[in-house]
C-alpha cells in the first residue's frame, strides 16, 4: 500500500491531477443558477411595477 495522499495518482507512469471546474462547467453553473435567478427577479420586479407603480428593477436606473 502506497502512504502517499489519496489526491495524489500516477496511472501507467502519469500524474493525475485532482478534478477541479473547468471554464465549461463554470459557465453551465452560471447558466444553470444565474439564469433562472436573472428571470425570477426580473417578474418579480416587473409585477412590483405594473401593481404598486414603484420601479425596484435595475432597468430604473438607466
Given amino acids: 500500500m ?7 495518482h500516477a496511472i501507467l507512469g502519469h500524474d493525475i491531477p485532482k478534478a477541479r471546474l473547468t471554464v465549461a462547467g463554470w ?4 447558466l444553470y443558477l444565474g439564469l433562472p435567478v436573472i428571470l425570477l427577479g426580473n417578474l418579480i420586479d416587473f ?6 407603480g414603484w420601479c425596484i428593477g435595475v ?3 438607466v
Fill in 59 to 61: 432597468w430604473c436606473i
Fill in 47 to 52: 409585477f412590483f411595477q405594473w401593481t404598486l
Fill in 27 to 30: 459557465a453551465w453553473g452560471a
Fill in 2 to 8: 502506497n502512504s502517499s495522499s489519496p489526491k495524489d
